[in-house]
């Protein structure tokens, strides 16, 4: 089946600092990724639409100052967490829908989730 | 607004007994439904789907039927095993608007015992 890697899977750093989280689509190309945020005992939170070429949307209330999003390419997607802070703390997981896939139709890949802690 | 409301957790079962886990969604328009079942330190997994009123999803023992009428979508097992244990998630998409991004229930982790 379709795989979505993840890099790095665990990332510690010190409050102020920015991480990058990749999201690649290994054997397919995925014109949108999406990236979610899993709170512990949580559903997950969808934070933005990555469309390839183009900018991200942002669901309501999220700061895409913070949260930078870059879909450069066909396979890539990445994640940057900007000036991170212990709030920021969570796991992160992409998702990845294979071009011509219809949109609705449930056909994501997702990744194995980035747990990030902010010291 | 869209949304998804399952069954609080943990569900604990011995195995081989029989598994329901409620899900109840709010859409507009005809969305598709689905179950994601995420088993300790992994990703998600698209155990099934349903894109239609009284479809029938199922995979690896597990059912889920689209009640457009009860707005639902349960799922059951008859017999479940000590593997089966993880969270699961029911979830929707395709409603009015969607351009593909799936709404995510609470999630459910059942915990089977020996």
């Known amino acids: 089946g379709a795989v979505v890697s993840q890099h790095p899977s665990r990332v510690i750093c010190k409050s102020g600092t920015s991480v990058k989280i990749e999201c690649r689509s290994l054997?397919?190309?995925?014109?949108?990724m999406f990236w979610y945020r899993q709170f512990p005992k949580k559903s997950l939170m969808l934070m933005a639409t990555?469309?390839?070429?183009?900018?991200?949307?942002?669901e309501q209330g999220v700061e895409k100052d913070k949260f930078l999003i870059n879909h450069a390419s066909l396979t890539l997607s990445t994640l940057t967490v900007t000036s991170a802070h212990p709030e920021d703390s969570s796991f992160y997981i992409c998702?990845?829908?294979?071009?011509?896939?219809?949109?609705?139709?449930?056909?994501?890949?997702f990744g194995e989730g980035s747990r990030l802690t902010v010291l | 607004g869209n949304s998804v409301t399952q069954m609080e957790g943990p569900v604990t079962l011995s195995e081989e007994a029989f598994l329901t886990i409620n899900c109840t969604y709010t859409?507009?328009?005809?969305?598709?439904l689905f179950w994601y079942v995420q088993y300790p330190g992994e990703g998600l997994q698209l155990l099934l789907k349903?894109?239609?009123?009284?479809d029938k999803g199922s995979n690896k023992g597990f059912e889920a039927t689209y009640r457009k009428e009860t707005t639902s979508f349960h799922l059951e097992k008859g017999s479940v095993q000590v593997s089966d244990s993880a969270v699961y998630f029911c979830?929707?998409?395709?409603?009015?608007?969607?351009?593909?991004?799936?709404?995510f229930g609470q999630g459910t982790t059942l915990q089977v015992k020996p």
């Open positions: 859409a507009t328009g005809y969305p598709s």
């Open positions: 349903a894109t239609k009123a009284d």
């Open positions: 979830a929707l998409s395709g409603f009015s608007g969607n351009t593909g991004k799936l709404i």
């Open positions: 998702s990845a829908r294979r071009s011509g896939g219809r949109a609705g139709s449930g056909e994501l890949f």
């Open positions: 054997d397919f190309q995925a014109t949108t």
């Open positions: 990555s469309n390839e070429g183009s900018k991200a949307t942002y």
